[in-house]
């Protein structure tokens, strides 16, 4: 694996630091997505193997994505951090790097944590719990939960392998990102060896969207600025456009597959308006660092797939991600 600089113990001894504790309360990042949650619940699932009172917390009190969960066992048992006040022997901090990240309800159980633990694959400069084991190089966090609960000793079939699958195959894009390498595809055979159901899987996350998210992503399409000499495209989804399909956030969080998508756009940016923000998703077909463009807004992510923040109007955000990527082409 990579060194990080968050890194500083193996997954071994993270794995023996965990099994004299109890009382685990495992959290994510804000806005969950199938890796977030199918690593917090799969870590869930081996450490009730071993006989572990765990709680899995979400940053927000919002809606999980539909279709995860109705397909990730423990999903609907979740608890937002703001009302969780039960004991924290351990805090484990899953695909999540920062403290901004969590939030600042899931900071107070950081803050009152015996010990605390950080698995993830993004690379920053600062580490936020105690321990920390961090891997750029795996595809996915749920790979590291898959490779931890072996060490751990504990049966990986029935739930806890169908989360840490459902992790690696929406962090993958169904194995066609850049992340895809052998290491994540010898653990997907693994992974299907103990029993997950690749096909179910794929129809539960790929081929159930409604039909609200296929119109926010014709509108997307319809409105996208195609930069061909650059090679990349920029959309956009107003409040507006949520209201006039009755589409929820979820709805469209599959729309920027569709820019990626199309024949010589090599990087893709949809901005989403919230009521108070306006959120950025990045992502990269061929070597463009979208993490560097990310981080100049304030986000982070990971070299090929990135998200950021930003205030103000739709079209000064649009002006200035467009001036952001003709600098990042113009710098390679």
Same mark, same amino acid.
């Given at each position: ?12 001894? +993270? ?25 917090? #619940? ?16 979400? /940053?927000?009190?919002?809606?999980? &994505? &539909?279709?995860? +969960?109705?397909? +990730? ?5 979740? /608890? ?9 022997? $351990? ?6 790097? =920062?403290?901004?990240?969590? !939030? ?5 159980? #950081? ?27 795996? $595809? ?5 939960i898959w490779e931890l609960s072996g060490m751990l000793s ?5 739930? #806890?392998? =169908? ?5 690696? /195959? ?11 390498? *052998? ?22 996350? @790929?081929?159930?969207? =409604? ?8 509108? *997307? ?5 195609? %930069?061909?000499?650059?090679? @990349?495209?920029?959309?956009? #989804? ?9 589409? /929820? ?19 893709a940016c949809m901005l989403r308006q919230h009521e108070d923000?306006?959120? !950025? ?12 463009? $990310? ?12 998200? @950021?923040?930003? %205030? !103000? ?5 649009v002006d200035q991600v467009r001036a952001a990527l003709q &600098? ?5």
């Amino acid at each position: 694996m990579t060194v990080t600089p968050q890194t500083n113990c193996t997954l071994e001894q +993270l794995a023996d630091a965990l099994r004299p504790l109890d009382d685990f309360v495992i959290c994510g990042h804000v806005s969950p997505d199938g890796d977030c949650l199918g690593s917090q #619940l799969g870590l869930a699932a081996a450490l009730r193997q071993l006989g572990k009172r765990v709680t899995c917390v979400l /940053v927000k009190d919002e809606p999980i &994505e &539909e279709n995860l +969960l109705q397909l +990730l066992p423990g999903a609907a048992d979740m /608890v937002p951090a703001c009302e969780y006040d039960g004991p924290v022997g $351990a805090f484990v901090g899953v695909d999540v790097p =920062t403290r901004e990240r969590i !939030g600042q309800a899931a900071c107070g159980i #950081l803050d009152r944590a015996q010990a605390s633990f950080t698995i993830d694959h993004h690379a920053v400069d600062e580490r936020m719990c105690k321990m920390a084991y961090v891997d750029p190089d795996a $595809a996915s966090t749920t790979l590291l939960i898959w490779e931890l609960s072996g060490m751990l000793s504990v049966s990986r079939s029935g739930d #806890l392998v =169908t989360c840490c699958y459902t992790g690696l /195959v929406t962090d993958t894009g169904r194995f066609q990102y850049q992340n895809t390498d *052998a290491r994540c595809m010898r653990l997907a055979s693994q992974m299907v060896e103990e029993g997950a159901d690749p096909a179910s899987i794929s129809r539960a996350v @790929f081929q159930n969207r =409604t039909l609200a998210s296929m119109q926010l992503e014709a509108q *997307a399409v319809s409105r996208a600025e195609f %930069h061909e000499r650059e090679g @990349f495209a920029i959309s956009y #989804l107003t409040l507006q456009d949520f209201a006039r399909f009755g589409a /929820v956030k979820s709805d469209a969080e599959p729309v920027i597959n569709a820019l990626r998508s199309i024949a010589g756009v090599n990087v893709a940016c949809m901005l989403r308006q919230h009521e108070d923000c306006i959120r !950025g998703s990045l992502r990269a077909k061929d070597d463009t660092d979208v993490s560097a463009i $990310a981080r100049s807004f304030g986000g982070g992510g990971h070299v090929a797939a990135a998200g @950021f923040t930003m %205030h !103000g109007s739709m079209q000064e955000a649009v002006d200035q991600v467009r001036a952001a990527l003709q &600098e990042a082409v113009c710098a390679r």
